[in-house]
């Protein structure tokens, strides 16, 4: 037993990223219950999916936090290889972390190395993934409320009847909670016509999604709305669309937000017009918080969800917004520094 635990911490140092705590804060924060008084906290980020915008901007949150915890946060980069994620949790635990953040995944290949982690009395902040465990902390975004933000902002610059186009991927969390939101916005205005469904997530998911968009769009001419649930589906139909010359025709609208989204969105000519979304480094952050909070047993509540903002452009031009970090000096609740916090955790830089 004790040579395979070397063994996967081994695999471990070799697949995963080192953040080094603060060196500040190493030896404890003042003031905070054990065992962060003392220092020395070691956490893991296992990711299922590591690759867009979104995700980039979620683990430098999670980075930021830690770094101002003092903790050790261990990452494993996601390569949406459920095995592998499967064994990286395990490597995590071998390492002798005190939580783990899990984020992203299918819960039916990673299921089981949860429990085994909880047994061993380590903590864990779940995220994107169905896990049904009581004692795993749920921190994530309000789908529904995201989708139903952007879904209004098309009624109102569309009106209660058009042919849409709609990308989607079935099988992660975040976007079959969005699809349900879209099935209830179709049901409840019958003038909205679904004409064509697409999708794919991969290495490359925008350019992809861009070769699909334009094979629907040739085959219906008379798609005048995208929804596009995921930025990286939102950026490959933009692309499709301006390719086609059909920029002035088509309205994409999006799900999450990045400083090249709000370049897109702010574009005149360009067909990406809003998009809603909870800052993803914000809910990195939080993760991390809720984490820290669960290890040192002052979390009261296991499920923690970010109020999301909808964001259009002409939000972004009246607030001259050309970045997140505008995003965040205009609306600094957007990063949701309060949520899962305590008089003795400290900002995030």
Do not use: C
Not at 294 to 303: M, V
Request: proline letters at 4%; zero cysteines; glycine letters at 8%.
């Amino acid at each position: 037993m004790l040579r395979s635990a070397l063994r996967a911490a081994g695999l471990a140092l070799a697949a995963s990223v080192l953040v080094t705590a603060s060196a500040a804060w190493a030896d404890g924060l003042a003031g905070a219950p054990a065992p962060f008084d003392k220092g020395g906290v070691k956490i893991a980020l296992v990711a299922y999916l590591s690759g867009g915008d979104y995700f980039e901007a979620a683990e430098a949150g999670a980075v930021r936090q830690a770094k101002a915890l003092g903790i050790d946060l261990r990452i494993f980069p996601g390569r949406q290889k459920p095995d592998e994620q499967r064994e990286q949790i395990r490597q995590a635990v071998a390492l002798g972390v005190q939580g783990i953040i899990v984020s992203g995944g299918k819960a039916e290949a990673v299921d089981d190395v949860v429990k085994e982690a909880l047994a061993n009395g380590i903590k864990i902040v779940a995220g994107n993934i169905y896990l049904t465990e009581p004692e795993v902390v749920i921190v994530d975004q309000d789908e529904d409320r995201q989708l139903n933000l952007v879904l209004d902002q098309v009624l109102k610059d569309n009106g209660e009847n058009f042919k849409a186009g709609y990308v989607y991927v079935e099988g992660f969390p975040a976007l079959d909670r969005r699809d349900k939101a879209w099935s209830a916005f179709k049901a409840k205005h019958p003038g909205v016509q679904q004409v064509g469904q697409w999708g794919t997530v991969d290495d490359t998911t925008a350019a992809s999604v861009a070769n699909q968009t334009a094979a629907v769009l040739r085959a219906n001419p008379d798609i005048t709305v995208i929804i596009a649930p995921y930025d990286e589906f939102a950026r490959g139909a933009a692309l499709a669309v301006a390719e086609a010359g059909l920029s002035d025709q088509v309205k994409i609208y999006s799900v999450d937000v990045s400083t090249s989204d709000i370049q897109a969105i702010r574009d005149p000519a360009g067909p990406w017009v809003a998009t809603a979304a909870t800052s993803a480094g914000g809910l990195g952050e939080v993760q991390v918080r809720a984490l820290a909070l669960s290890i040192a047993g002052k979390l009261d509540t296991n499920r923690i969800y970010g109020s999301p903002t909808l964001i259009t452009r002409q939000l972004l031009h009246d607030n001259d917004i050309k970045n997140e970090e505008d995003l965040v000096g205009k609306l600094p609740a957007f990063l949701a520094r309060d949520v899962a916090s305590a008089p003795w955790i400290p900002k995030a830089n």
